[in-house]
């Protein structure tokens, strides 16, 4: 049976294999990025809610951690913003109490570390995963369409006071867009916000798949170095540089129902299918023909090649006939 809350695991650039927890519904977000894969926000808000029952997230994690699988994270991220959910903390905490082997992750946009409660569930996590793009407001608006009552620099302010209670490790991603937050001027900034946060990694990552808004544009390799140069910290990566580090993670069971979870979240190529899942190119392809056959499934044509996806809005893609 499909898990609702469960996907994977997947074979991650940034993390490795990852077993992934979605705590919120679809695109519930206090973002709407331009760059993100999911699509636009479809309910924007900075209001924790009881989106699912901790139980019933908890109960699907132990169906798959029973058999002590070989996992490098567990992951809360998924298709929103996870400190949303008020289940967060209870999630967090039944993991490392009952499951104290594995490494526990979360997939933050870092919007709310301003708040004590989020700070409080947070701390018990091994690995926390914000984002920053910029310290100025106007590029901050541009690029994340924040809720309205969302500041920069009261964010970056919440990420350093997060630092110094936090004990455990904060990779912080840098999204680099060309031509929006790669001027001089901007770089710098960040540079000063890094420093303050003190990170234990920067990552630094750029569009891989089709986003939201399609002026958003990857940045090449070597706009990514400069970057890297600029801020001038040791522990800085470039993710699109990291390859998945094993193969064949599902064998045969659960393949189809890993697909579907996966495309449910972002879309992807049969190529990123094979890195994300371990199966071969002609299994990935079987499948999805399989699920295109159905209806379950859409593909239209992006940068990359001919991209699949579920329940994603066409009217600016050119579907695949």
């Known amino acids: 049976m499909p898990q609702k809350h469960i996907f994977g695991p997947v074979l991650s650039r940034r993390l490795g294999l990852s077993l992934g927890v979605d705590l919120i519904p679809f695109k519930t977000c206090s973002y709407d990025c331009a760059y993100c894969e999911c699509g636009h926000t479809t309910v924007k808000d900075i209001t924790r809610q009881d989106f699912f029952p901790a139980e019933e997230v908890i109960a699907e994690l132990q169906g798959i951690l029973v058999s002590r699988p070989h996992l490098d994270s567990i992951t809360l991220a998924g298709s929103g913003e996870p ?12 993991v490392k109490r009952d499951y104290p082997e594995y490494t526990l992750s979360v997939l ?7 708040r004590n409660d989020v700070v409080k569930e947070l701390l018990p996590a091994d690995r926390v995963i914000p984002t ?111 390859a998945p580090k094993s193969s064949d993670p599902l064998g045969k069971t659960g393949a189809t129902d890993l697909i579907r979870a996966t495309l449910c979240r972002r879309p992807s190529t049969v190529e990123d299918l094979v890195r994300t899942t371990g199966l071969s190119g002609g299994e990935v392809a079987k499948i999805l023909g399989i699920l295109e056959r159905g209806e379950e499934v859409i593909s239209y044509r992006g940068t990359r090649g001919v991209f699949y996806a579920i329940g994603l809005d066409l009217d600016k893609k050119e579907r695949v006939k």
């Open 83 to 94: 400190t949303l959910a008020r289940s967060l903390g209870v999630v967090i905490a039944s």
């Open 108 to 114: 933050t946009n870092g919007s709310l570390l301003t």
């Open 132 to 242: 920053l793009t910029t310290v100025s407001q106007q590029t901050f608006e541009r690029i994340h369409n924040p809720h309205p009552s969302l500041n920069i620099e009261e964010i970056i302010s919440g990420m350093v006071q997060f630092r110094s209670r936090y004990k455990g490790a904060i990779w912080l991603e840098v999204f680099v867009i060309p031509g929006l937050n790669t001027s001089d001027k901007e770089l710098a900034g960040l540079k000063e916000a890094i420093d303050r946060i003190n990170p234990d990694l920067v990552q630094l990552n750029t569009l891989d798949r089709p986003p939201a808004e399609s002026w958003v544009t990857a940045a090449t390799e070597t706009e990514l170095k400069r970057v890297a140069q600029v801020l001038g910290r040791a522990g800085t990566e470039i993710t699109r540089d990291r």
